[in-house]
């Protein structure tokens, strides 16, 4: 399957409302619940370009199979927060790892950033399995540090460094990327 990505745009309002509605999406992010049409548009209006950018990635077909982003853009200091979203019927098919080797790609030649940082719950061991096989170090846990469902949670915190992502075997020129 090929997949294309572009910007998020408001059309893609509905999608991300649903997606973070879903028990399967939500599990293990941090999102204000529920999320409603209102409140994710004016997200989307209000949000600042300049710390962020997202994207959507979407079929042959135009249907979205993923979303996701970099957040806390610092151009100064050459690092940002990284976050992605896979429609929740289309979990387990590879497409998230697809889709964050070229956004890690993007990262570090367009935006030309030093570091990409995430945070994942301690028992997400899906998750930060597919962090550590891209080259993401474990840079420390955060004890007790997020409370979901009244129980509070240990973070993984992981970075990137441009330097790691060089010796990558999926590295690739953003240009002549397919997804």
């Known amino acids: 399957m090929k997949l294309k990505a572009r910007c998020f745009a408001s059309s893609d309002i509905n999608d991300r409302v649903e997606w973070i509605n879903n028990p399967k999406v939500n ?3 941090f999102f204000e619940l529920p999320a ?6 004016r997200w989307y209006k209000d949000k600042d ?4 950018v ?3 990635f979407a079929d042959e077909q135009g249907a979205i199979v993923g979303m996701g982003g970099f957040t806390q853009i610092d151009r100064g200091h050459k690092h940002a927060e990284f976050y992605i979203m896979i429609a929740p019927l289309l979990h387990g098919r590879g497409l998230g790892k697809r889709i964050a080797n070229w956004m ?7 935006i030309k950033l030093n570091k990409i940082y995430l945070y994942t719950n301690d028992d997400n061991v899906a998750a930060y399995s597919i962090y550590e096989k891209a080259g993401f170090k474990l840079e420390g846990i955060l004890r007790e540090h997020k409370c979901k469902d009244g129980m509070l949670l240990n973070r993984r915190f992981y970075g990137l460094l441009r330097s790691e ?5 999926w590295k690739k020129d953003i240009l002549e990327y397919e997804l």
């Open 27 to 29: 599990q293990t992010m």
């Open 36 to 41: 409603t049409i209102e409140k994710t548009a």
């Open 49 to 52: 370009n300049r710390t962020r």
């Open 54 to 56: 997202d994207f959507t």
């Open 104 to 110: 890690y790609n993007y990262a570090f030649l367009e």
């Open 165 to 169: 992502w060089e010796n990558q075997p």
